[in-house]
């Protein structure tokens, strides 16, 4: 056992107890086997979400996202990035130094967003204000400046045409959902008429991670989160996308789907159901709650009441705060695992619970909270394992060298879910030599950097046309 997982206390247990806990659990310690079948499924998902007949219907939805290319270090400029989340967002001034070889955060500001703001109009210009605001911070940006977004999940026609799915985070503002919000947002700085923006790049949160962390290494095409929710990106060969063109676009899996169609039916437990049943998108998403943050604390609520029903935990007794859906918060798991001090803090946690509990109790928590955690790092490390072997499958290579941008609550916070996560990758993908970067503030640097590598690419295209215009010439 690794020397950052802490001690399980199996010792605390009585065999006969422990015994019956482990009927409840085994369902969650899926074995290599049945990992690389998940990774096998999900294979052949990616390749139905790509597949032009199969798409609409795939249940990994494999969306193109136009980013053709990631950052080489040569990029430089300045950005206004505006990243937005559940009850805040954010306006940040990033500037792009090619001589310095970094992304410097020059400035920001947090706004809070008005509840009727979430639930209006698409036609109020609120947010606009704070852009205004971050604008005066620096003069120069009046003549030299692009807009890049962080959002929810859109359907992508180019890089700055982009039609909202679906509103998520508790926004449901009429009149967006299937338009195109570059063109609304456009219209919104047109009708303040004092001045206008650059090119707009819209991008979510995997894509930014994923060009935040290459920009500081170059070896960098996947993107992955696992904090809330879930999802990963990856740069696909051009030839498998439906323009069929040379060279490689960002795809944006949207891997929370993948189960959606039954996939993952043989795999779920009573718990993941009662969990889907009782969530407020019944029947999709299933991978992502199996695995990500929002779920994982209602999972072992779950299992806790029904030991507690079984007399496997807390004599037979639970509490009101126990028996309230979604009342076990994932940061419990993390705090019950972050610490070996002989399960006081699991004690402590359990009493704001509510709960009388023993060491025998404490022991039999933190053996839960193992189980779902080490499950959910398994799963993830499956699709990751399955985007690192298509990638080097893709490329005809006997060894893949690459490295993931990654972000995420559950992934940061977690005292062991990274290390688990890894290890597991290593089994799954042998072939593959995977680095993980962290990403810092990536959603918002990470879009600048979209934006960019856009004008990167443009402005080399140019300067070949007029190469081949002046070759003509001669």
Request: charged share 30%; aromatic share 4%; glycine share 8%.
């Amino acid at each position: 056992m690794s020397g950052n997982t802490p001690t399980l206390h199996l010792d605390r247990i009585p065999p006969d107890t422990l015994k019956k806990v482990q009927r409840y659990l085994e369902p969650f310690r899926l074995s290599q086997a049945e990992l690389q079948e998940v990774s096998a499924r999900l294979s052949r998902d990616l390749v139905l979400g790509l597949g032009k007949q199969t798409h609409h219907t795939a249940a990994v939805k494999m969306l193109p996202t136009f980013v053709r290319a990631t950052p080489d270090g040569t990029e430089n400029g300045d950005f206004l990035a505006l990243d937005l989340g559940g009850t805040n967002f954010r306006v940040l001034h990033v500037r792009v130094v090619e001589e310095e070889q970094r992304v410097l955060k020059m400035d920001s500001q947090i706004c809070a967003i008005p509840k009727e703001m979430m639930l209006g109009t698409g036609e109020q210009d609120d947010m606009r204000t704070h852009e205004d605001n971050m604008r005066d911070t620096e003069d120069d940006m009046r003549t030299n400046s692009s807009l890049v977004l962080t959002s929810p999940p859109l359907r992508q026609k180019e890089i700055d045409k982009s039609i909202l799915i679906r509103w998520t985070k508790g926004f449901n503002c009429s009149g967006v959902e299937g338009k195109d919000v570059v063109k609304l947002l456009r219209d919104a700085v047109h009708r303040r008429g004092d001045y206008d923006i650059g090119p707009v790049a819209m991008v979510n949160d995997t894509v930014g991670t994923m060009m935040s962390c290459g920009y500081k290494d170059q070896n960098c095409e996947v993107g992955m989160i696992v904090g809330t929710g879930t999802n990963a990106c990856y740069m696909e060969e051009m030839e498998n996308v439906e323009r069929g063109e040379d060279g490689r676009m960002c795809i944006n899996t949207e891997w929370g789907g993948f189960g959606d169609d039954g996939s993952l039916r043989d795999i779920r437990t009573e718990f993941d159901v009662a969990v889907d049943e009782t969530s407020i998108n019944p029947g999709v998403h299933i991978f992502e709650k199996m695995i990500s943050g929002m779920y994982l604390g209602e999972i072992v609520r779950l299992l806790l009441v029904r030991l507690a029903e079984d007399q496997l935990l807390f004599k037979g007794r639970t509490s009101e705060t126990l028996r309230t859906p979604w009342k076990f918060e994932t940061k419990f798991i993390s705090e019950i695992e972050e610490r070996d001090d002989g399960l006081e803090n699991t004690r402590s946690i359990l009493t704001q619970l509510g709960l009388k509990a023993d060491s025998v109790d404490c022991g039999v928590v933190r053996l839960v909270c193992d189980a779902v955690s080490s499950r959910s790092a398994g799963l993830c490390a499956a699709a990751l394992a399955t985007v690192a072997n298509r990638i080097r499958s893709n490329r005809g290579l006997d060894h893949l060298k690459t490295t993931v941008g990654v972000d995420g609550t559950v992934y940061r916070k977690h005292p062991s879910f990274s290390e688990k996560l890894r290890a597991t990758v290593r089994l799954l993908a042998p072939e593959c030599d995977i680095t993980f970067l962290v990403s810092e503030d990536g959603s918002g640097k990470g879009a600048a950097m979209v934006t960019a590598v856009a004008l990167r690419l443009a402005h080399q295209s140019r300067l070949l046309e007029e190469e081949e215009e002046e070759e003509e010439e001669e």
